[in-house]
């Protein structure tokens, strides 16, 4: 895989950064979060026209076919501003209906996902399962020629904002994937912010009635299918946690060029220079890990696959945690105040560990994968 970035890559890039410039400030961001449920219809229609939702929507379907070192190039941008767009969950739902989809639900989801119209989310958690896609408690089962789903999934990304779900449960005792809509009937939903600012929600599914056209891929081959949806998401949000990394260390330098203490600028004290030389090291950690999560994901080897994922997973986090804690000890008293910038990327780097499985759910991972 080619570190260096296409001239299209490029373009792409430097269109998202001047649309986070001049776009997504901060104050809009936080409005965001606090007022639209993290979700601004306005801004998702103008990443559509910049052809994000289209970006890894193969070119049969209106879309761009852009393989992850597209979605690479793209999420660190996104990630420097903490864009707040459901951009990854789209992309995980995105290459599950790309890969596994029936040939009724490609052409019917794909082409509107690519134009910005509709928006997918995954529904696998649950209350009890923790980060495991084998787990899943709710149940699914043949109603005449359809399918009827009942139980509760939790923590679903961006669920509030989706149009549909896909929705793990238990079919004979396997666990298959189904595409609920949002207009389902017996669907509940419950929506709540995040410590982040992103939302999630609940989704509780009493006696919902589903036709046979809703199964996606094979019967029982719900985890499999969840899996290839995940890997692209740990993937991205291993790009996006570096560009915040990136970002945050800048206005970290900016602070201490500007910041003054006995006469002098705070940049210019040896200590603090050295503590600023950790973060960066920390951040070209993650930006490495980025990649090699982005090369894992074309990788035929299953297990050299879940490996480097789960590795790039911890030390990525590591790395976001280390950053984002000496960004608010460098800022002092004010690093923890919602008067700057820098609690924000504290949240979101913090956060990091919790989505898509913790620290300690991808070491066991990536023991099992050693161990195969």
Not at 96 to 104: C, N, P, T, V, W
Not at 175 to 194: K, N, W
Not at 223 to 245: E, F, P, R, S, T
Request: include cysteine; hydrophobic fraction near 45%.
């Amino acid at each position: 895989m080619k570190f260096d970035y296409s001239e299209e890559q490029r373009m792409l890039a430097d269109s998202l950064r001047r649309f986070v410039d001049t776009e997504y400030s901060f104050e809009t961001r936080r409005k965001i979060a606090r007022d639209c449920g993290s979700f601004d219809r306005r801004v998702w229609a103008m990443l559509a026209s910049l052809g994000i939702t289209a970006l890894t929507v193969p070119a049969d379907y209106d879309g761009f076919g852009e393989g992850a070192a597209g979605q690479l190039a793209v999420q660190r941008e996104l990630g420097r501003g903490l864009v707040l767009e459901p951009v990854i969950p789209v992309a995980m739902a995105t290459a599950i209906l790309a890969r596994h989809g029936s040939e009724d639900q490609r052409p019917q989801w794909l082409p509107e996902i690519a134009r910005g119209e509709r928006i997918v989310t995954l529904a696998y958690l649950e209350p009890e399962t923790r980060y495991r896609t084998d787990t899943a408690k709710a149940s699914a089962v043949r109603d005449g020629e359809g399918y009827r789903l009942d139980g509760v999934k939790a923590l679903v990304w961006h669920g509030g904002n989706a149009d549909a779900w896909l929705v793990s449960a238990r079919l004979n005792g396997a666990i298959s994937l189904f595409l609920v809509p949002r207009e389902a009937d017996g669907v509940t939903l419950a929506s709540y912010p995040a410590m982040d600012g992103l939302h999630g929600a609940d989704l509780h599914l009493r006696n919902v009635h589903l036709s046979a056209a809703s199964l996606v891929g094979k019967p029982g081959g719900g985890v499999a299918a969840l899996q290839d949806g995940i890997d692209v998401g740990i993937a991205a949000q291993c790009a996006a946690a570096a560009g915040a990394m990136e970002r945050l260390i800048e206005i970290t330098a900016e602070y201490l060029r500007t910041r003054k203490q006995f006469g002098r600028a705070l940049a210019t004290f040896q200590a603090l220079q050295h503590r600023m030389a950790e973060m960066l090291v920390q951040k070209e950690m993650a930006l490495s890990m980025a990649y090699l999560a982005a090369q894992a994901i074309d990788d035929q080897d299953a297990d050299a696959r879940r490996r480097k994922l789960a590795g790039a997973k911890v030390i990525v986090a590591q790395a976001g945690r280390f950053v984002g804690q000496q960004a608010v000890q460098l800022h002092g008293g004010m690093g923890v105040t919602d008067e700057l910038q820098v609690g924000d990327y504290f949240k979101y780097l913090t956060t990091f560990d919790m989505l898509l499985g913790d620290s300690a759910h991808h070491m066991a991972a990536y023991s099992a994968a050693m161990a195969a």
